[in-house]
C-alpha cells in the first residue's frame, strides 16, 4: 500500500475498544497486517464493523488485513503489539504476564494509557522485555488525531532502538507526530490541556461571565477550536471528566497549581452528569447532545434549566488579535487574559518537568486539542515584553524567553531551562524552506518561483493564495517550460510548504472573462490554462506533484497532468466547476478519461461524467487510487509532512530514465445519454445545462488525440460561461467563495 517504503511491522491490538478498533483501522489503512484481539472472542469482530460503519478505514477493503480472535497464540509473529485494554494496572499486568510466553523475544509491546505511569506498568512486564516496552498513547479517534505520545523506557541503547523503531512506525508508516514525553502525569498534550480546561471553567465562574461568551472571547483571536472551552468538554463527555481528572490529580504532587481548579470534584459537573446531561454522549440515538449545551441554540443555567443561547455581547468580540482582547476593560476581556495568562504560567513552570524544550508543548496544543498556535508561539506573536508587563510575579521561563528573543528565537526554540536549540527535524521531512536555502533560484514573479536543486531537480513553488492559479502563475508554468532546456533541468516537482496544493483558476479572472460576455475573452482565460498543462503533460522531463490538502478544479487538472503524484491521503481531488458555472476547461475531462481507460475502467466516459457532475464528497487518495483517478504508481502515504520528500525522490528516480507521454487516441462516446439520469434530486435546471453539454462534449463517433479532444473540450465549455445564470454563478463564487444554486 505504501509503494516501496521498509517492510512493514505486522501488528496486534489487545482490547476491542474505541481505541484499540480505532488503531487496529489505522494500522490496517496503512498496509499492516493487524491481529486484533478482545477477551470477549465477538467483541473483535464486532469493533472492525463499528470501524467500518464510522469511517475508520480509508478503503472498507482494508479490513481485510485484520483477523480477529481472542487467543494469544496469534501474537507470535507479531513485531508490535499495542495493549488497548480497561485502564486498570493489575488488569494490565495480568495480561503482559500472560501473553509473554507467546511473543517474539524482539517484539516490541506498547501500552495505549492515557494515565498510567509507564515506571508502574514495567513492574509486570518480564525484566527482559522491559527495554522494548512503551506507551504509545494515541488520541481518539485515532485515524483522525494526528497525535501519538511516545514514553520509553530509561536511555539504555536498546531503548533508543525501540524508540527509534516506534518513531518510524507511528512517523512514516501511520503519519502521526510521534511526540518524545517524559514518564510524567498526562504526558504532555493532557497535562496542559486540562489545566487548560479547568482553569477555563474556575475563571469564567469567577468572572462571571456566561458559557457563550467565554467560548467566545477565548476563540478566534487565540486560535482555539469553535467549541471553545465548555464545547469540548461536552464533547470529550462529562461523565469522563471526574475519571480523568481525578486521575490526573492522583497522580500528581500536591504542590501543582492543577489544584487550584479542581475540575475532578466539580460538584456542578457532577450534578451535570447526575442527571443525564453528559455532552455528546448524551446525545446518541437521534438525541440533541446534552451538556453544558443543548444543540447549538440553548445553554445550561445556575437551576439546571436550558434557556436560549444569546450571541454573546461584549466588546472583544469580533476582536481578532489575542492582545486587544486581553487589553479590554470588559469581562470577556479579564477572562480571557486571566486565563491565557494562568495557562502560559503554568506550562512555563511544567515545562522543565514534562518536556525538553517548549515547541513539544506546543505539539500538543496544536495537535492534541486543535490550537492553531501553541501557547509559546501565541506569546511570542502577543509580545514577551508586554506579557511581562501583565503579570505581578512573570514566570522565569518567559523572564528568560524575553531574554533570548522568544520562545522561538531565530528558527531556534527555547529549552526548557531556557537555552535556545536547534529543533530536531524528524528523520525523513524535507521542507522547501530548508532546501531552498541550496538551491538556485531560476525564476521569480508575483505568482511564485522556480528553484533548481543539486541534482538538477527543479521545485515550482506558487506564491498565490492557495496556490491558485492566476494569469501570472500560469505565466509562470510557461517561463517554467522554456527555462528546461538552457538550464538542463532534469525534473520538476510542483508543490511547496503550504498544507494545499492548489484551490484551481484563480476566481476574479475567471469572472472577469464570465462578466466580459465576450467568447474571445473566455476562451482566452481557458486556452491559457489548457495549454500551460498540455505544455507540463508533454515537456521532455517527468513533472511530479506534491499533493497534500485539496487540488481542486484548475489543480486537480493540473495534478492530473503530472507524470507521478505523491499524494497525502486525505488530500482533496475534487473538480468543484459547476459552482462556478461551467464544467473542467485546462485538459480535466481529457485526463480523467485517459487516466480511467488506462486502468481498465469499463464505461470511462460515464464514469468521468458521473465524477465531474457529482455532488458526492471528493474521495481520499486511497479511493481515487483504486477507482482509476490516479495511476497505480503514484504514490499514497499517511504522512503529511514526507510528500515533499517522497516527490523529490520520485523525481530523481523518474528523471535517470524518461521518455515523454506520445500523444494518445482517445474515442469518443458514443451510447445511451450520459446524462439520462438527469435531472438528479437537488440539482437545479441550470446544472443540467452544464451536465448536458458535458455530455455532448464527450459524445460524438470516431477518435480524437488527447490535444484535439483538449480543444473540444474549450470549445464545449465557452458557450456555458455566456449564459447569463452561469456568469450569476461565476461572479457569485468570486464575490462571497460560496456556490449559488441558481
Ligand atoms: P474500552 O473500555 O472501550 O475497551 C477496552 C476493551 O478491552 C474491551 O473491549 C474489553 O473487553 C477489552 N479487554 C479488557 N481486558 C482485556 C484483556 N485482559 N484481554 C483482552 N481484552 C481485554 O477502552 P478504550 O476507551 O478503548 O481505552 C483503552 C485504553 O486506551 C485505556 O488504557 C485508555 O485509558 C486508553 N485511552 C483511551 C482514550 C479514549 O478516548 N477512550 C484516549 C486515549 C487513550
Redesign the pocket.
Same mark, same amino acid.
Not at 484481539?37 to 470477549?40: E, I, N, P
Not at 501500552?111 to 498510567?116: C, D, Y
Given at each position: 500500500m505504501q509503494n516501496g517504503s521498509a517492510p512493514q511491522p505486522k501488528v496486534a491490538v %489487545?482490547?476491542?475498544?474505541?481505541?484499540?478498533?480505532?488503531i487496529a483501522a489505522l494500522c490496517a489503512s496503512a498496509g499492516m497486517e493487524v491481529v486484533l484481539?478482545?477477551?470477549?472472542a465477538d467483541?473483535?469482530a464486532r469493533?472492525v464493523e463499528t470501524q467500518l460503519k464510522r469511517g475508520g478505514f480509508y478503503l472498507e477493503e482494508d479490513a481485510a488485513r485484520i483477523s480477529t480472535g481472542?487467543d494469544y497464540a496469534l501474537l507470535e509473529d507479531c513485531d508490535w503489539i499495542i495493549?488497548? %485494554?480497561?485502564?486498570?494496572l493489575s488488569?494490565?499486568h495480568?495480561?503482559y504476564t500472560?501473553i509473554e510466553a507467546h511473543l517474539s523475544p524482539t517484539a516490541i509491546v506498547s501500552?495505549?494509557?492515557?494515565?498510567?505511569p509507564l515506571s508502574a506498568l514495567v513492574e509486570g512486564v518480564a525484566p527482559t522485555r522491559r527495554e522494548r516496552f512503551a506507551i504509545t498513547?494515541?488520541?481518539?479517534p485515532p485515524k483522525v488525531m494526528p497525535l501519538v505520545e511516545l514514553v520509553v523506557n530509561s536511555s539504555t541503547d536498546e531503548t533508543s532502538t525501540t524508540a527509534d523503531t516506534l518513531r518510524r512506525i507511528i512517523e512514516v508508516d501511520l503519519g502521526k507526530t510521534a511526540l518524545p514525553c517524559r514518564d510524567t502525569p498526562g504526558f504532555i498534550a493532557n497535562r496542559v490541556g486540562c489545566y487548560w480546561l479547568a482553569c477555563g471553567v474556575f475563571r469564567a465562574r469567577e468572572f462571571d461571565i456566561d458559557y457563550a461568551l467565554a467560548d467566545a472571547a477565548f476563540g478566534r483571536a487565540f486560535g482555539i477550536p469553535r467549541t471553545g472551552i465548555f464545547g469540548l468538554l461536552d464533547y470529550?463527555g462529562l461523565q469522563?471528566v471526574a475519571p480523568i481528572w481525578n486521575s490526573l490529580e492522583n497522580a500528581l504532587d500536591p504542590g501543582d497549581r492543577m489544584f487550584s481548579v479542581p475540575l475532578g470534584t466539580d460538584e456542578f459537573i457532577a450534578e451535570l452528569v447526575k442527571r443525564g446531561h453528559t455532552g455528546r454522549s448524551a446525545g446518541s440515538g437521534g438525541k440533541v447532545s446534552e451538556g453544558f449545551y443543548r444543540g447549538r441554540d440553548e445553554v445550561i443555567g445556575a437551576d439546571f434549566n436550558y434557556v436560549a443561547r444569546k450571541s454573546p455581547e461584549d466588546p472583544v468580540i469580533g476582536l481578532k488579535d489575542p492582545r486587544e482582547v486581553m487589553s479590554t476593560d470588559s469581562p470577556g476581556g479579564r477572562f480571557a487574559r486571566a486565563l491565557f495568562l494562568n495557562t502560559l504560567s503554568y506550562c512555563c513552570e511544567v515545562a522543565p518537568e514534562i518536556a525538553e524544550h517548549v515547541g513539544l508543548i506546543d505539539e500538543g496544543f496544536r495537535l492534541g486539542f486543535g490550537w492553531k498556535k501553541g501557547i509559546f508561539e501565541l506569546a511570542d506573536e502577543i509580545g514577551l515584553d508586554w506579557l511581562i508587563t501583565a503579570y505581578d510575579t512573570p514566570p522565569q521561563l518567559l523572564v528568560d524567553a524575553a531574554a533570548a528573543g522568544g520562545f522561538y528565537p531565530e528558527g531556534k526554540v527555547l529549552s526548557s531551562s531556557g537555552e535556545p536549540l536547534t529543533p530536531e527535524v524528524s528523520a525523513g521531512v524535507v521542507t522547501l524552506a530548508t532546501v531552498r536555502e541550496k538551491a538556485h533560484t531560476l525564476l521569480t514573479s508575483p505568482a511564485g518561483a522556480l528553484h533548481l536543486l543539486d541534482n538538477n531537480v527543479a521545485i515550482l513553488d506558487f506564491h498565490t493564495p492557495l496556490n491558485s492559479l492566476s494569469n501570472e502563475a500560469i505565466a509562470l508554468i510557461h517561463s517554467t517550460l522554456d527555462a528546461i532546456e538552457p538550464h538542463a533541468i532534469a525534473a520538476l516537482v510542483i508543490g511547496n510548504d503550504k498544507p494545499v496544493f492548489s484551490a484551481g483558476a484563480d476566481l476574479p479572472s475567471l469572472a472577469a472573462a464570465a462578466e466580459s460576455a465576450s467568447a474571445t475573452e473566455i476562451s482566452a482565460v481557458l486556452n491559457a490554462g489548457s495549454q500551460a498543462l498540455l505544455g507540463l503533460k508533454y515537456c521532455p522531463i517527468p513533472v511530479i506533484g506534491a499533493v497534500r490538502g485539496v487540488a481542486l478544479g484548475g489543480g486537480f487538472e493540473m495534478a492530473l497532468a503530472c507524470d507521478r503524484l505523491v499524494l497525502h491521503a486525505d488530500a482533496r481531488l475534487a473538480f468543484p466547476e459547476l459552482n462556478v458555472g461551467l464544467y473542467p476547461g485546462w485538459t480535466g475531462t481529457v485526463a480523467l478519461l485517459s487516466r480511467l481507460r488506462a486502468a481498465g475502467v469499463s464505461n470511462a466516459h460515464q464514469r468521468a461524467f458521473n465524477f465531474i457532475t457529482a455532488t458526492r464528497p471528493a474521495p481520499n487518495a486511497f479511493a481515487a487510487r483504486r477507482d482509476g483517478l490516479l495511476r497505480p504508481t503514484d504514490v499514497v502515504l499517511l504522512s503529511f509532512d514526507r510528500i515533499l520528500a517522497r516527490a523529490l525522490e520520485e523525481a530523481a528516480a523518474l528523471a535517470a530514465d524518461y521518455t515523454p507521454p506520445a500523444d494518445e487516441f482517445l474515442p469518443l462516446y458514443s451510447g445511451p445519454a450520459l446524462d439520462r439520469e438527469w435531472p438528479l434530486e437537488n440539482t437545479t435546471a441550470n446544472d443540467h445545462a452544464i451536465a448536458a453539454q458535458l455530455a455532448r462534449m464527450y459524445t460524438g463517433t470516431g477518435e480524437l488525440t488527447f490535444r484535439q479532444f483538449a480543444e473540444r473540450e474549450v470549445a464545449f465549455d465557452v458557450p456555458l460561461l455566456l449564459m447569463p445564470a452561469n456568469v450569476e454563478r461565476a461572479l457569485h463564487m468570486a464575490r462571497t467563495r460560496k456556490p449559488l444554486h441558481n
Open positions: %489487545i482490547g476491542a475498544g474505541s481505541m484499540g478498533t480505532g484481539l478482545d477477551q470477549d467483541a473483535a469493533g481472542s495493549e488497548a %485494554i480497561f485502564e486498570d488488569a494490565k495480568s495480561l500472560a501500552s495505549n494509557t492515557s494515565t498510567l498513547h494515541f488520541f481518539n470529550i469522563l
